[in-house]
């Protein structure tokens, strides 16, 4: 009898749930005016053509934001810049903010911090849309990071005070690790933890199940950067440990034989998914 070990944090967010739920509210009240995301509502592409069948369509460039004329547009859970509100207002598009309270605290930090004079320093992946929205909110060029080699070549001059911000989907020993190194370099610092406490939680909840397990299985988007991240957590603990989005990737083999299974899902991750996998395994 194999034995399956569901991570209790599995699943949507708090941030990733109201965030959906705000689309769909729109859509059910707004019938026959036009609905906008700017960029996917969360990194989950089920969800995604779901709310497309609907008539929400997803637009990926703020050129494209600036030609709109009408409309309702709903910034998602990762946040954006500050000059996408002036761009939107200024074409009277209506806004409907769906930026996750804990990523919004970040923006409040970085604009306050800037103000008063400090280097912005941003743990995080570059790329990610959450990273790039943390950006335009600093009134100075804030700097990423994400890796020890970056920290040994800070463009940040001695006198500078800084101040140092986390994505919120970011490995929390990887922070600490890297908040270490800069601070030996002798900064005078002020470091915000702005992890959020579901990725902690999520994270460590991981990390246990797959010590435990003889097969792992990480479910979530491609693109999510809080799933990768589990998926790296659980792959250090157990070997067979495999990466899907839907069902339809699930590999019989993986499981096969296997006495322990054990599952978690990112943020983005719908219920029924993990559930039509956990039945499955």
Known sequence: MK???????????????????????????????????FGPIIHNEEVVKDLEQKGVTVIE??????????????????????????????????????????????????????EDGREIIIIGNKKHPEVQGIIGWSKTPAIVIETLEEVEVLPVSH???????????????????????????????????????????????????????DAMLVIGGKHS???????????????NTYYLQTLKDLNPDWVKDKKTVGITAGASTPNNIIEEVQTNV
């Open 61 to 114: 460039t703020e050129e494209e934001l600036k030609q709109l004329k009408e409309g309702i547009v709903i910034i998602r859970s990762h946040g954006v810049a500050k000059h996408i509100y002036e761009v939107l207002e200024e074409n009277n598009i209506t806004i409907v903010d769906a930026t996750c309270p804990f990523v919004r605290k970040i923006h409040t930090i970085v604009e306050k911090e800037s």
């Open 159 to 213: 006198e500078k005070k800084v101040c140092i911000v986390s994505q919120t989907t970011f490995n929390y020993k990887k922070f600490q690790v890297l908040v270490e190194n800069i601070e030996k370099k002798g900064y005078d610092i002020n470091v915000v933890n702005t992890i959020c406490n579901a990725t902690q939680e999520r994270q460590v909840e991981a990390k246990e199940i797959a010590s435990q397990v």
């Open 3 to 37: 034995q399956i070990i569901v991570a209790k944090s599995a699943g949507f967010c708090f941030g990733v749930k109201r965030a959906v739920e705000k689309v769909y509210e729109q859509v059910e009240n707004n019938k026959g005016q036009a609905i906008y995301t």
């Open 225 to 239: 950067s809080n799933t990768q991240k589990l998926f790296e957590i659980c792959k250090n603990e157990c070997k």
